[in-house]
C-alpha cells in the first residue's frame, strides 16, 4: 500500500513521511543497520541483521503491492532518518484484522516529535483500511516507546517474563500493547 506524501517540520527541519520506493532501499537499509547499533531496544544483535539493499528493495516492492500493510519513511533531503511498518502476522483468514506496528528513528532525531508523528501518520492510515487493530511488544525498560504508546491509546495486554536474555546475561520483560482502531 503507497502512502500519501507528508511534510512536517521538526526542530525546524523539513522533513517528508512518505512510502519509501527503491530508489530507497540504500538508505533504508542503512538507517535499520544504524538503529540496530544505537540500541538494543530491537529484537535482534546488529551482527545477526543480514538487510542488504537488496533486501531492502525487495521488502519495498513488495509491500508496495499488499492491500494493508506499508511502510512510513520520514525523510530529510531524501535520507531516510527513520521508518515506521505495519506488518501482518500472516495472510490467515483469522489474522487479517489485525497488524504489527514497529518503528525506529535514528537517535539523532529521537525526542523531537518524529516518534509520535510518524505514528500517528501510520494510525492514520491503518484506519483507511479494514484493519480493526495495532499491535506491538516493546522492552519494559524502553521508556520513551512506552510512554509514547500510551499516549498514542496503545494499553498493554499482557507481558511475557524475561523475554529477552541481553549478552550481560541480563533479562528484560516484553509488554505486550494492542490498539482499537475502532
Ligand atoms: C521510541 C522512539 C520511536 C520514540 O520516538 P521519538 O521521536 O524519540 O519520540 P517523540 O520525540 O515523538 O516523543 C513522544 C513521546 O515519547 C515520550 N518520550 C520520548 N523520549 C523520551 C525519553 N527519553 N524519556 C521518556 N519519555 C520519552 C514522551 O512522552 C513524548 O511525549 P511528549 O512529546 O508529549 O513529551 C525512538 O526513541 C526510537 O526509535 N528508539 C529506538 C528504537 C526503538 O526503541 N523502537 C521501538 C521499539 S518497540
Redesign the pocket.
Known sequence: MQIEEKQIVINGQNIILRSPGRQDAKSFSEVRDI?YR??Y??ARYPEETDFTAEAAEAMISDIAERREEFLIGAFRKKQMI?CVMVLKEGNHIKFRHKAVI????L?K??????????MEYAIENARKTELEQLK????DD????I??YE?LGFREWGREPHAFKLKDGSYRDEIQMVLFLS
Open positions: 538503529t544505537e540500541t531496544f530491537l527513520g514497529g518503528i525506529f528513528i537517535q532525531y529521537c525526542g523531537m516529535g518524529l516518534g509520535r508523528q510518524l506491538l511488544g516493546v522492552f524502553n521508556v520513551a516507546a510512554r509514547l499516549k
